[in-house]
């Protein structure tokens, strides 16, 4: 049996992988397949979220949203578009930050294991099928029917730990 290891989605040298049109023609895909509708606003918010590379509070979003010309949007608005993003697995929240970043891999339904860097910021994605079937295994044992499963771990990242000596 081989050692499992756990894939990064996410990484600040990965980010700009796909190319924009690319990630937005998927979101618009999902939605359509789902019967939901990306509208202008949706898709400016999921679109400010991609380029912040980092997990992002609603009130940067609206004052993002702000500089884009949009008439002023404000944060019901923005949650409203934020919850319809979180329900179409195309965002996930990080609960412990209350901020949102977008999923890597929106196509799919799995579980969002969050590494988080306490000092920059900084966060990373994994998907790990161990985690997704302990998590099953456990949820059925207890005849739990699970609606969102997200896991974040905080910590210093590698470069932070570099620059700081430690």
Not at 15 to 30: K, N, Y
């Amino acid at each position: 049996m081989t050692a499992h290891t756990p894939q990064p989605c996410i990484d600040p040298e990965c980010r700009g992988q796909h190319d924009p049109d690319e990630r937005l023609a998927l979101a618009v895909s999902i939605c359509e397949a789902r019967g939901a509708r990306l509208t202008k606003s949706r898709r400016l918010i999921l679109e400010l979220l991609w380029k912040s590379g980092r997990p992002t509070g609603a009130y940067e979003l609206v004052k993002s949203l702000q500089h884009t010309g949009i008439e002023s949007v404000g944060p019901p608005t923005v949650y409203r578009a934020l919850e319809f993003l979180m329900k179409q697995g195309l965002v996930s929240k990080i609960e412990s930050r209350n901020a949102y970043i977008p999923c890597t891999h929106p196509e799919r339904n799995h579980i969002c294991l969050f590494f988080l860097c306490g000092s920059c910021g900084n966060s990373v994605e994994f998907e790990d099928q161990r985690l997704e079937r302990l998590i099953a295994e456990n949820a059925a044992q207890l005849k739990f029917k699970a609606a969102r499963r997200v896991v974040e771990v905080e910590g210093i990242c590698e470069r932070c730990l570099t620059a700081s000596g430690a």
